[in-house]
């Protein structure tokens, strides 16, 4: 098992770029979640799936963020225009559920820098 | 919502003593309660969980108790060692249980 895969690991772009993290999920698992680590705010959950579909998106800051999740094994966090206060670690986790969670596992996270 | 309470926010030991971190919460629908251990530039990994239907659970040197009633549930690191200095995340699943709330995070240090 692979784990969760996202790349790229590590993003650098300059303010008013568009920028596009990936991440695929653990075979199997239903659930998808995207989260923003940074110094002052922690983990913050940013959006989840679940089947493909989004539940709740009512972390994602503003409307220059975005995610799709086009099939089971596949989903990306987009920001259009990035600014320099979108720069922090992104994590994709993914699980499944059935009286309660299981397999929560976390992926190695895109480090974004915008300048 | 749920909303998940953890302390101390940063916690220093000698090598060899115990740590504790303590977390609590909101939302007494809540049913899973995972521990993560963040290490510098690395993702968060899952070191011990418990389940609402049991108090106490033990794997080595890592123990982690709930207690329903009051609403709270704590890490418990015996022996530390160095290689334990980490960031330490306590979360709670929310009362549909699809969703984990994250704690703040403990910074563990381990002074040799």
């Known amino acids: 098992d692979a784990g969760v895969i996202q790349s790229p690991r590590h993003e650098v772009t300059e303010m008013g770029q568009e920028v596009t993290l990936r991440c695929k999920p653990i075979s199997g698992h239903d659930y998808l979640f995207w989260y923003r680590q940074?110094?002052?705010?922690?983990?913050?959950?940013?959006?989840?799936?679940n089947n493909n579909v989004p539940i709740d998106d009512s972390g994602m800051p503003e409307d220059r963020f975005s995610a799709k999740m086009p099939n089971a094994s596949f989903s990306t966090l987009k920001i259009q225009p990035s600014e320099p206060r979108d720069s922090a670690v992104y994590f994709c986790a993914s699980g499944f559920f059935r009286d309660g969670p299981y397999g929560y596992t976390f992926g190695s996270g895109t480090r974004l820098t915008v300048v | 919502g749920e909303n998940v309470e953890q302390h101390p926010s940063t916690l220093s030991v000698q090598e060899g003593d115990s740590a504790v971190i303590k977390c609590t919460y909101s939302d007494s629908a809540s049913n899973y309660f995972p521990w993560y251990k963040q290490e510098l530039g690395k993702r968060p990994q899952l070191i011990i969980d418990i389940r609402s239907n049991v108090g106490e659970k033990k794997d080595q040197r890592i123990a982690v108790t709930l207690n329903k009633t009051a609403k709270h549930f704590s890490l418990h690191i015996t022996?530390?060692?160095?290689?334990?200095?980490?960031?330490?995340?306590?979360?709670?699943?929310?009362?549909?249980?699809?969703?984990?709330?994250?704690?703040a995070g403990t910074i563990l240090r381990v002074k040799s």
Not at chain 2, 89 to 101: D, E, I, W
């Open chain 1, 38 to 49: 940074t110094m002052m705010r922690g983990l913050e959950l940013l959006i989840y799936f």
């Open chain 2, 79 to 103: 022996e530390t060692q160095p290689e334990d200095s980490a960031v330490y995340f306590c979360a709670a699943s929310n009362k549909y249980g699809n969703k984990l709330v994250f704690g």
